[in-house]
């Protein structure tokens, strides 16, 4: 029987899959991506927006321009705009800049972000194929399309998987150290290592339809928007430019008491959303119904097998952030793997990944859902005089769109959610008794306290602070003075890789409230001081995950 190896066998090769392949070679550690579509077969017209983060991580992967490249036209607005119907009047407009203006644009709510790459707005279908690309072309990543994982066992020191070509029927096997599942919401990995879903299974059911509507664009009034949101009180939803031309994707947001997709019918719903006449002529290309949910697997690993993404997690996609979440899931799991499989750190490393990921995936999972209730509960209550013409409905108009406006900034604006989560529970972060700062979904205070993302910040040349970090562990330190010899030569010691970046004192005093700041590979504060440690192979040992080890054989 035919028989494959690698290190890392990846089932799934959606958004999250990908990026893990593509974090693992960059680390230089091989995988096999099997993945059950086409080589770049698009996937349906879902996500459309990529968060700042995510945008970090595809940065460092290099692959940022190509996905700020594609998308929607350059000149196209982000903005969110709330109206009375699509072609209605504006209610109100959260401005985000058009991706030609995005790294210059001043003064509005996303633009106050220190970060190098900015979010982007870009549907799903466009995105997947750019990845797979990328993804393809690295060395160490093999992608078997057209493939299915049926099953797989774990041994003492590998997995063993079924595989099946789906063209063909051949059936074989894929023998690998680890195993990752980053195969979707119906995940058989989830399943295979006992893992449940848990939470709240329904919150909303939607009525979801790609249409191609050629003439829409120009009867949409003033300037144009990214999302438009219908709010009166016959049926409210929101509408997605896909293409910035023809294609738009409308979701009609089901009331309770409409509890089948076709409760309401299609066609009067995209037109009432629309606000468009009998007579206007539309093409569904699919159909893409959906049930929002909020459900967070009970446990993301067991032993040589992981789950990350929608298999692990799933939420109403408020704040766009289900597949952010994913691929901040694969940027954890992947260093921590790398480290094993490099021999720098010891497999207890692995402990920490459901440690620092489950509880971020609640956080996030729980801000999704109060939005979407929020949203919710605001869609009811739109009172008929919205539609009003002249003073008596300005006024309600004014109150609405004041309301949507404060709503849905955090939202659209989620600077908390792509900055603000923290690791509090890790068994391989040395904390202090700093305390960490708490986020919103919209807003957040960079801080160095260890758990946190390392604050960003441009040095006086323009340069990132995210382009100087080594691959693996950085020690930045703001005083040459300051002696590091022992931390530097702990870390040789057990073989971790450790770059020292040395800064000016003056280029971040505020952030950066101490001498010394160890930033992991994935970007968060492992430790700080203002001196080396007093024990610097104990950290050393902290934050490759030794202590875990040494923990688990004492007890
Ligand atoms: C309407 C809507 C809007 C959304 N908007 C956003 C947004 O703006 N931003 C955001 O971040 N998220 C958004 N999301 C969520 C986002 O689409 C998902 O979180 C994301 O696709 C998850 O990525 P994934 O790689 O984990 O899983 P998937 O995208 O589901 O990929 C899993 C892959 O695994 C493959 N597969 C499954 N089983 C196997 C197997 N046994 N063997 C081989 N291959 C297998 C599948 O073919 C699939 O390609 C939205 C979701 C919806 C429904």
């Given at each position: ?335 921590m793997l790398a480290a094993v499989l490099r021999g720098w750190a010891p497999a207890s490393l692995l402990d920490a990944y459901e440690r620092e990921r489950q509880p971020i995936t609640e956080q996030v999972s729980k801000f999704a859902m109060e939005m979407a209730l929020n949203n919710m509960r605001q869609r ?140 992991r590979p994935d970007q968060h504060i492992a430790w700080r001081g203002d001196s080396g440690p007093s024990d610097p192979l104990s950290l050393i040992d902290l934050i490759r995950g030794a202590a875990v080890a ?6």
């Amino acid at each position: 029987m035919r028989q494959e190896k690698t290190s890392v066998l990846i089932v799934g090769g959606g958004p999250v899959g990908l990026t893990l392949a593509m974090d693992l070679a960059w680390r230089g550690i091989d995988s096999i991506v099997a993945e059950t579509r086409y080589p770049g077969e698009p996937p349906s017209v879902k996500c459309n927006h990529v968060s700042a983060r995510t945008m970090e991580t595809f940065r460092r992967l290099g692959l940022a321009q190509k996905v700020r490249d594609t998308g929607l036209p350059a000149d196209y607005p982000n903005d969110a705009s709330y109206r009375t119907t699509s072609t209605g009047i504006e209610l109100a407009r959260i401005p985000i800049p058009a991706r030609n203006e995005r790294y210059t644009a001043t003064g509005g709510p996303d633009t106050w972000w220190p970060t190098p790459e900015p979010p982007h707005r870009i549907n799903q279908t466009f995105l997947e194929p750019v990845m797979f690309a990328h993804a393809a072309a690295m060395p160490g990543v093999r992608i078997l399309n057209r493939t299915v994982i049926e099953d797989f066992s774990q041994g003492d020191h590998n997995v063993t998987a079924t595989a099946r070509d789906l063209d063909s029927g051949e059936t074989y096997v894929i023998e690998a150290k680890y195993l990752a599942g980053c195969d979707g919401s119906r995940s058989m990995v989830r399943r295979k290592i006992g893992a449940t879903l848990s939470g709240t299974p329904v919150i909303q059911r939607v009525q979801s339809t790609c249409i191609r509507a050629p003439q829409l664009l120009d009867m949409l009034p003033g300037k144009k928007a990214w999302m438009y949101l219908s709010l009166n009180p016959r049926r409210c939803g929101t509408v997605i430019a896909i293409d910035g031309k023809e294609t738009w994707l409308i979701h009609n947001h089901l009331y309770e008491g409409e509890p089948e997709f076709d409760s309401i019918d299609r066609d009067w719903a995209i037109r009432t959303i629309l606000g468009v006449p009998d007579d206007f002529q539309y093409e569904v290309v699919s159909k893409e119904d959906w049930t929002g949910r909020r459900l967070v697997a009970d446990r993301f690993r067991d032993r040589r097998a992981f789950i990350a993404g929608d298999a692990a997690h799933l939420w109403i996609p408020y704040a766009g952030y289900g597949m952010n979440a994913g691929i901040a899931d694969a940027m954890d799991l992947s260093w921590m793997l790398a480290a094993v499989l490099r021999g720098w750190a010891p497999a207890s490393l692995l402990d920490a990944y459901e440690r620092e990921r489950q509880p971020i995936t609640e956080q996030v999972s729980k801000f999704a859902m109060e939005m979407a209730l929020n949203n919710m509960r605001q869609r009811k209550a739109t009172p008929p005089e919205v539609e009003l013409p002249g003073p008596e409905g300005d006024a309600v108009r004014a109150r609405v769109g004041k309301e949507a406006y404060d709503l849905n900034v955090h939202q659209y604006c989620c600077g908390g959610l792509n900055f603000g989560y923290f690791y509090a529970q890790s068994p391989v972060i040395a904390y202090d008794d700093g305390e960490h700062p708490t986020y919103t979904m919209y807003d957040f205070t960079p801080s160095t306290v260890p758990g946190c993302r390392a604050p960003h910040f441009f040095l006086p040349d323009g340069r990132s602070l995210y382009d100087l970090l080594g691959p693996d562990y950085s020690l930045l330190r703001f005083d040459k003075a300051v002696d590091v010899d022992g931390l530097v030569q702990a870390a040789a010691h057990r073989g971790v890789p450790l770059t020292v970046v040395d800064l000016p004192a003056e280029s971040a005093a505020e952030l950066y409230p101490h001498k010394l700041a160890l930033i992991r590979p994935d970007q968060h504060i492992a430790w700080r001081g203002d001196s080396g440690p007093s024990d610097p192979l104990s950290l050393i040992d902290l934050i490759r995950g030794a202590a875990v080890a040494a923990a688990r054989q004492a007890a």
